[in-house]
């Protein structure tokens, strides 16, 4: 079993990682959290592939065990259906020790945070992510959220999770277009943050994709030390934190003029990255080069790098780029790298990002 720790005082917790270890999830609540309840919130298309060992597992160690379904995907991702989860966990009588365990992707999980964060006031959360960016990205740092019909998670909480328990071999029923999109994330916080990673990286890419169990372990691993130590030095994101959007201004900004149907997140996220490396060496902060080893790796990792021709729809993405919620004043910070593992926030006019168009 690999162990990261996220190390936030006396909230901090471990994340464990392990291949084929979704049977082993019960004993270690029953032992580690003390735990004799636990409510299991999970989706249809999860829930079929996956549910069965970790319901066994929580029965084995006697711990009891309910389960919810919420709709796959980001559907699921409002108050209403957060509404429909608390009059579920009433119903089972579910009480201030009952853990709530998220089985999902990234967008189960944002819901089952913030539903263990306001439910009688808090309940312990446990994260089983079971999507590539569920794992690496969205189960570790403690952001919930659902979402509004003005925007995307503009309705949440911090609040960390008591254990994340992260199973590679889930992924193998993950379509290849989704595993694709989270390795996005992974080659993300290695250029931010982490030189050496990169490099293993571009050793091991073609083994990670294809699921090998040690390559992959260790780039998840990897991936979440990095993100975890960034939170663990900025939980609330007052600086450091906010290089975790690399690329996701123009990523932000790709996905909102597609109308968040034709990308990915990831892909949209890799044409913001290999852009604001561009725009690194254009404005001289990074060595040239850079850019190109990015986009080479992101290639390999069967990624879009070319971002689409704003030209035509210039005006839009100006406005995507202005309303991005990380806008301060008219300027936008931007991410750009100082060299690959290294990285900085830069602020910008909206048209000065574009004029790093290549
Ligand atoms: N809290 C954070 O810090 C944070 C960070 C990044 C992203 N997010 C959020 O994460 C969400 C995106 O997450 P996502 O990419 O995991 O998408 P997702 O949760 O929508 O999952 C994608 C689809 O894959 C299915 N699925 C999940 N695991 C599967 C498996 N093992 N096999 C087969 N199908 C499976 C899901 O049911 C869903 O239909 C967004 O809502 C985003 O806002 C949160
Ligand atoms: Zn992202």
């Known amino acids: 079993m690999t162990t990261v720790q996220v190390l936030l005082g006396d909230r901090s917790y471990p994340i464990r990682i392990r291949p084929n270890s979704l049977p082993d999830l019960g004993e270690a609540i029953a ?16 829930a079929a592939a996956h549910h069965k060992p970790v319901e066994h597992g929580l029965r084995a160690a006697d711990v009891r065990t309910d389960r919810i379904q919420v709709p796959d995907g980001e559907r699921a991702k409002t108050l209403r259906t957060a509404s429909r989860v608390y009059d579920a966990l009433l119903e089972f009588g579910a009480d201030r020790q009952t853990v709530l365990v998220g089985l999902g992707g990234g967008a189960l999980g944002d819901l089952a945070g913030f539903v263990a964060s306001t439910y009688l006031r808090g309940v312990p959360l446990v994260q089983v992510p079971t999507t590539l960016l569920a794992q690496v990205d969205a189960s570790v740092g403690g952001k919930t959220a659902v979402n509004h019909p003005r925007g995307k998670n503009l309705i949440g909480t911090f609040y960390q999770s008591r254990m994340v328990w992260i199973d590679p071999e889930v992924l193998k ?7 694709r999109s989270g390795m996005a994330e992974i080659v993300k916080v290695a250029a931010i943050w982490d030189a050496e990673f990169f490099a293993w990286l571009e050793e091991q890419i073609e083994e990670v994709m294809r699921l090998e169990p040690d390559a992959l372990t260790e780039a998840v691993a990897r991936a979440c030390s990095i993100k975890a130590e960034i939170v663990g030095l900025d939980e609330r994101e007052a600086g450091l934190r906010a290089l975790l959007n690399f690329g996701h201004t ?21 044409m913001g990255m290999v852009f604001a490396a561009r725009l690194s060496e254009k404005r001289g902060i990074c060595p040239s080069g850079s850019a190109a080893r990015l986009e080479g790796l992101l290639k390999r990792a069967g990624l879009p790098a070319q971002p689409p021709d704003w030209n035509q729809d210039r005006d839009a993405y100006l406005r995507a780029i202005s309303v991005d919620k990380k806008m301060r004043a008219e300027k936008v910070g931007v991410v750009v790298l100082r060299d690959i593992g290294s990285a900085e926030v830069l602020q910008l006019t909206p048209e000065e990002i574009l004029e790093g168009a290549p």
Do not use: C, K, M
């Open 250 to 270: 123009l990523g932000h900004a790709i996905e909102n003029a597609a109308s968040y149907r034709r990308y990915r997140h990831g892909e949209a996220v890799t």
């Open 173 to 179: 029923t993950l379509p290849p277009r989704d595993r």
């Open 31 to 46: 032992q580690e959290l003390g735990a004799t309840r636990a409510v299991v919130l999970t989706t249809p298309r999860v």
